[in-house]
């Protein structure tokens, strides 16, 4: 259990340092690590033959999503004072972001919904063939 685990954290790492790389390199304002995990996505799209090896310490990472939110915590703890004076650009980030991920969730459901029905918005059919 320990190899494939240590293969996962060697690949996400990997991704990770080629995107703090390309961040750094070309002076982006997107962090590293966001780079990584687009880089990865990108490659887990076009060629899958990672997807069984980092998929079960994946899933078990994400099992334990919450504990990764801690340092977060601990770096609006230290600078609270920077956020109690910019607190109106942050809520408002925080609100249109919301709202953007909510919505683009809902428009790739539906289309992927519409896929996997084969027909978009066609009325579905009980099992005599009656049309609900």
Do not use: C
């Not at 060697?10 to 990584?36: D, W």
């Amino acid at each position: 259990m320990t190899a494939p685990m240590l293969q996962t954290f060697a690949i996400l790492l990997v991704f990770q340092s080629v995107g703090e790389v390309i961040s750094y390199a070309l002076t982006l304002p997107v962090p590293g690590p966001v780079l990584g995990m687009i880089l990865l996505f990108g490659w887990l799209v076009f060629d899958d033959r990672l997807l069984p090896v980092i998929q079960g310490t994946t899933t078990e990472l994400l099992k334990h999503l919450s504990l990764l939110f801690v340092p977060a915590g601990v770096g609006i703890m230290v600078h609270a004072n920077r956020i109690e004076g910019e607190w109106m650009p942050i809520l408002v980030a925080l609100v249109v972001s919301t709202w953007l991920a909510i919505a683009t969730t809902a428009v790739v459901t539906r289309m992927l919904m519409r896929k996997r029905s084969g027909t978009p918005d066609a009325p579905h059919a009980d099992a005599k063939g009656e049309q609900a």
